[in-house]
């Protein structure tokens, strides 16, 4: 009953991202029988759209997806589920293996006729939920009445695998997997892949909030929100990057609104120092950027942005990570050097801002409970003060102004002692029907917010200087072209001229009648808004563009041959430990194969990075390996271990968890012909290394070259036609030897 009336529910959905249902009836199958009678059972079917393509199960199987894509995917399923919800029907299965791509790229959403309606009965058998286990809500889990919510959360799931390449909560049992979803958090999506918008990262979070009240409410307020993800920066972590002409600073805006910057830092992740820059900007008159400069090492952290400077300059904030995995709010100690990690912050984001005494921080947080945070200075645990707003300003030690994220930036101030909040409602200004409110700071000793204002969906381009006298509730706009002013002691602002990663200028500035009084001189010619602040006693503090040999990161550069540019693929990797030999797969140039072992020691792996979508995936190895080599088929690994006495060369399959296998023992240096018919080796005889070619399909040795030496390091050409190595006279050791 319940199959026929809701699949004929389900039938009157029409939509270009859902499977379309054409029939609903009954049957007897082939070689049954004609009719019941004749002791055959005809049986319900549905007949519904041919897809040509795959499911969306099997294309993250092969490799997590481009983050345009996974966007694009989440939009359009968001799209089926508004129509499906706009007509009361809850398909309470949104799982990958329901979702099919075409050839163009369109998502269709199956198994609608399966789906329930709100006005169903539960016809199911007692204690059963519909739904995959690892994609339920935590509600669905619990068997409880479910809602279009629901469908939200499957799709946050959905979501999460698509870019990380995993479910937010696996295990090998039901039981353990429904633990997760109902008492666990998912591992920051920021933590498991470079190059992810932390916008991306909150939106999947909201998703997957255990409270449905805390979620998305409806499928067209997370289309809104998935279409405000910067798609240019998304690009940065798919398959573009192997063509850029010239290797891009990371950390850099490429546009995009500030509302989603936190886009941006996921980007600067990838490779920004472990360290600041301190620069004092105050009483210079020259047009160079400093008068004075501070290197500023910050031991431990791999990742570093959105740093802000207390008055009293004894204080540097910042949102990170460091080497022991850990994200949130970091804390650096000027006068000791020491850097602390603030309990409990794993969700702060952007807009860090220190109380007027120092003794505070307010910042935003994007997680299962979102709004604006407070911590004591040091060691605070962060406190909740409001259950949604960012962007939070000190009018004094005890009020904060706050815009309301998801009501077109309405802002608040909040009273921390009665914790009352008050809107500050801003009527009859025709700029706002254009433009965003966007806030940095406030004007000293006033209650007035210093800020700009952007375009509306225009991300990117200039915003206009504006001031906010909360008393008077009355908006002044003054100039255009200016983007995150910071006022100066002594009478300059600092900002950006036309947009996030413009140059940094200083311009007097006379507080009284709050007007320019002189041209801008220039700072620093570039500088990208989520790597700096200005402080109120002229301290410019900002995380230079450069990578830490101490921060637990490497990077591999690779030539662009074609436009003798370089592209950056950066890996995480934890001190003391070293990549080498690198290699390209012969099926997928965006695929490259790495060994990576510690200084000195045993116990390396083999690292296959992804270019197109950033991952890094490896395999332990108890050896400490010289030479990594691709198969022909792009599936199998060639490696050795040159180790003294347990000399050998041997195979690995990237596509099942099996170990290696042993090809040849007193051997190393293998490389794998392009035709997948030779592998040179290396093997040792009578004191010195001779080159050899093993035939792969009879396990033949055909030598090349025993002459007295050391011959090594072979390499095919593509056509497999020629072999290069390196030949060496016995007794020299050193690696630039050549012959």
Do not use: C
């Given at each position: 009953?319940?199959?026929?009336?809701e699949?004929?529910?389900?039938?009157?959905?029409?939509?270009?991202?859902i499977?379309s249902?054409f029939?609903?009836?009954e049957?007897?199958?082939h070689?049954e029988?004609r009719?019941?009678?004749?002791?055959?059972?005809?049986?319900?079917f549905?007949?519904?759209e041919?897809i040509?393509?795959?499911?969306?199960?099997?294309?993250?199987?092969?490799?997590?997806?481009?983050?345009?894509?996974?966007s694009?995917?989440?939009?359009?399923v968001?799209?089926?589920?508004?129509?499906?919800?706009?007509?009361?029907?809850?398909?309470?299965?949104?799982?990958?293996?329901?979702?099919?791509?075409?050839?163009?790229?369109v998502?269709?959403?199956?198994?609608?006729g399966l789906?329930?309606?709100?006005?169903?009965?539960?016809?199911?058998?007692?204690?059963?939920?519909?739904g995959?286990?690892?994609?339920?809500?935590?509600?669905?889990?619990?068997?409880?009445?479910?809602?279009?919510?629901?469908d939200?959360?499957?799709?946050?799931?959905?979501?999460?695998?698509?870019?990380?390449?995993?479910?937010?909560?696996?295990g090998?049992?039901?039981?353990?997997?429904?633990?997760?979803?109902?008492?666990?958090d998912?591992?920051p999506?920021t933590a498991?892949?470079?190059g992810?918008?932390?916008?991306?990262?909150?939106?999947?979070?909201?998703?997957?909030?255990?409270d449905?009240a805390?979620?998305y409410?409806?499928?067209?307020?997370?289309?809104?929100?998935?279409?405000?993800?910067?798609?240019?920066?998304?690009?940065?972590?798919?398959?573009?990057?192997?063509?850029?002409?010239?290797?891009?600073p990371?950390?850099?805006?490429?546009?995009?609104?500030?509302?989603?910057?936190?886009?941006?830092?996921g980007?600067?992740?990838?490779?920004?120092?472990?360290g600041?820059?301190?620069?004092?900007l105050?009483?210079?008159?020259q047009t160079?950027?400093t008068?004075?400069?501070?290197?500023?090492?910050?031991?431990?952290?791999v990742?570093?942005?959105f740093p802000?400077?207390?008055?009293?300059?004894?204080?540097?904030?910042?949102?990170?990570?460091?080497?022991q995995?850990?994200?949130g709010?970091?804390?650096?100690?000027?006068?000791?050097?020491?850097v602390?990690?603030?309990?409990?912050s794993e969700?702060?984001?952007e807009?860090?801002?220190?109380?007027?005494?120092?003794?505070?921080?307010?910042?935003?947080s994007?997680?299962?409970?979102p709004?604006?945070?407070?911590?004591?200075?040091?060691?605070?645990?962060?406190?909740?003060?409001?259950?949604?707003?960012?962007?939070?300003?000190?009018?004094d030690?005890?009020?904060?102004f706050?815009?309301?994220y998801?009501?077109?930036?309405?802002?608040?101030?909040l009273?921390?002692a009665t914790g009352?909040?008050?809107?500050?409602?801003?009527?009859?200004e025709?700029?706002?029907?254009?433009?965003?409110f966007?806030?940095?700071?406030?004007?000293?000793?006033?209650r007035?917010?210093?800020?700009?204002?952007?375009p509306?969906g225009?991300?990117?381009?200039?915003g206009i200087?504006?001031?906010?006298d909360?008393?008077?509730?009355?908006?002044?706009?003054?100039?255009?072209?200016?983007?995150?002013?910071?006022?100066v002691?002594?009478?300059?602002?600092?900002y950006?001229?036309?947009?996030?990663?413009?140059?940094?200028?200083a311009?007097?500035?006379?507080?009284?009648?709050?007007?320019?009084?002189?041209?801008?001189?220039?700072?620093?010619?570039?500088?990208?808004?989520?790597?700096f602040?200005?402080?109120?006693?002229?301290?410019?503090v900002?995380?230079?563009?450069?990578?830490?040999?101490?921060?637990?990161?490497?990077?591999?550069?690779l030539?662009?041959t074609?436009t003798?540019g370089?592209?950056?693929?950066?890996?995480?990797?934890?001190?003391?430990?070293m990549?080498?030999?690198?290699a390209?797969?012969p099926v997928?140039?965006?695929r490259?194969?790495?060994e990576?072992h510690?200084?000195?020691?045993?116990g390396?792996?083999?690292?296959v990075?992804?270019?197109?979508?950033g991952?890094?995936?490896?395999?332990p190895?108890?050896?400490?390996?010289?030479?990594?080599?691709?198969?022909a088929?792009?599936?199998?690994?060639?490696?050795?271990d040159p180790t003294?006495g347990?000399?050998a060369?041997?195979?690995?399959?990237?596509?099942?968890?099996?170990?290696?296998?042993?090809?040849?023992?007193?051997a190393?240096?293998?490389?794998?012909s392009?035709?997948?018919?030779?592998?040179?080796v290396?093997?040792?005889?009578?004191?010195?290394l001779?080159l050899?070619?093993?035939?792969?399909?009879?396990g033949d040795l055909?030598?090349v070259?025993?002459?007295?030496?050391?011959?090594?390091?072979?390499?095919?050409?593509?056509?497999?036609?020629?072999?290069?190595?390196?030949?060496r006279?016995l007794?020299?050791?050193?690696?630039?030897?050549?012959?």
């Amino acid at each position: 009953a319940r199959f026929y009336r809701e699949a004929k529910a389900a039938a009157q959905l029409h939509h270009p991202n859902i499977a379309s249902i054409f029939q609903i009836d009954e049957a007897v199958p082939h070689g049954e029988g004609r009719d019941p009678q004749e002791g055959a059972e005809a049986r319900p079917f549905i007949a519904m759209e041919f897809i040509d393509g795959d499911t969306l199960a099997a294309r993250i199987a092969k490799a997590p997806l481009h983050l345009t894509e996974a966007s694009s995917i989440a939009t359009q399923v968001a799209e089926a589920l508004k129509a499906a919800h706009a007509k009361d029907i809850v398909h309470r299965d949104i799982k990958s293996a329901n979702v099919m791509l075409t050839d163009g790229g369109v998502a269709k959403v199956l198994d609608f006729g399966l789906a329930k309606t709100a006005a169903s009965t539960q016809l199911t058998r007692q204690g059963s939920t519909l739904g995959t286990v690892a994609y339920m809500s935590p509600e669905q889990a619990k068997g409880q009445d479910v809602d279009s919510r629901t469908d939200l959360y499957s799709l946050g799931t959905m979501l999460y695998e698509m870019v990380s390449g995993r479910l937010p909560f696996g295990g090998d049992y039901e039981q353990a997997i429904l633990y997760g979803i109902l008492n666990e958090d998912p591992e920051p999506l920021t933590a498991l892949r470079t190059g992810v918008p932390m916008e991306l990262e909150r939106i999947t979070n909201k998703l997957l909030s255990k409270d449905a009240a805390r979620r998305y409410q409806t499928a067209a307020d997370l289309i809104a929100d998935l279409g405000s993800v910067d798609t240019a920066d998304l690009r940065l972590s798919g398959t573009t990057r192997r063509s850029m002409p010239v290797a891009v600073p990371v950390g850099e805006s490429r546009g995009g609104s500030r509302r989603t910057a936190a886009l941006l830092a996921g980007v600067a992740a990838v490779s920004l120092a472990a360290g600041f820059a301190l620069s004092t900007l105050r009483g210079t008159q020259q047009t160079t950027p400093t008068s004075q400069k501070l290197e500023i090492v910050l031991p431990g952290i791999v990742q570093a942005q959105f740093p802000v400077i207390s008055a009293s300059t004894e204080w540097i904030a910042f949102i990170g990570r460091d080497t022991q995995d850990r994200s949130g709010l970091f804390l650096f100690d000027t006068r000791t050097g020491t850097v602390q990690y603030t309990e409990q912050s794993e969700h702060a984001s952007e807009h860090v801002a220190f109380s007027p005494s120092d003794d505070r921080l307010a910042f935003t947080s994007y997680g299962d409970e979102p709004g604006i945070y407070v911590s004591v200075v040091p060691g605070g645990i962060p406190r909740r003060v409001t259950e949604f707003g960012r962007v939070p300003v000190w009018l004094d030690d005890q009020t904060i102004f706050f815009l309301e994220y998801d009501n077109e930036d309405l802002p608040h101030i909040l009273d921390l002692a009665t914790g009352e909040l008050t809107p500050v409602p801003l009527e009859g200004e025709p700029v706002l029907e254009t433009h965003e409110f966007y806030w940095t700071s406030r004007l000293p000793d006033s209650r007035v917010i210093l800020g700009d204002l952007e375009p509306k969906g225009l991300g990117g381009e200039a915003g206009i200087l504006m001031l906010l006298d909360t008393d008077a509730r009355s908006l002044t706009t003054m100039e255009s072209g200016i983007i995150n002013p910071y006022f100066v002691s002594g009478g300059q602002l600092v900002y950006q001229r036309g947009t996030d990663d413009g140059a940094l200028v200083a311009r007097p500035f006379d507080i009284r009648s709050r007007a320019f009084t002189g041209p801008p001189r220039e700072l620093l010619p570039q500088m990208s808004w989520p790597a700096f602040s200005v402080g109120y006693d002229g301290s410019l503090v900002y995380v230079p563009r450069i990578v830490s040999g101490t921060s637990g990161q490497m990077q591999l550069w690779l030539l662009n041959t074609e436009t003798a540019g370089t592209v950056v693929a950066p890996l995480d990797v934890a001190p003391g430990r070293m990549l080498g030999n690198v290699a390209i797969s012969p099926v997928d140039p965006d695929r490259i194969l790495l060994e990576e072992h510690p200084m000195g020691s045993p116990g390396g792996s083999i690292t296959v990075l992804d270019l197109s979508t950033g991952v890094a995936s490896r395999r332990p190895f108890e050896g400490v390996r010289s030479h990594v080599s691709w198969a022909a088929d792009g599936k199998t690994v060639y490696l050795d271990d040159p180790t003294a006495g347990s000399e050998a060369v041997y195979s690995m399959s990237l596509d099942s968890q099996t170990g290696e296998r042993l090809v040849l023992d007193r051997a190393q240096s293998p490389s794998a012909s392009p035709d997948g018919r030779w592998l040179a080796v290396s093997v040792r005889e009578r004191g010195q290394l001779n080159l050899y070619l093993m035939d792969l399909r009879s396990g033949d040795l055909v030598p090349v070259d025993t002459t007295e030496g050391m011959h090594t390091d072979a390499s095919f050409s593509p056509d497999s036609r020629y072999l290069v190595y390196r030949a060496r006279p016995l007794g020299v050791s050193t690696t630039y030897y050549g012959g």
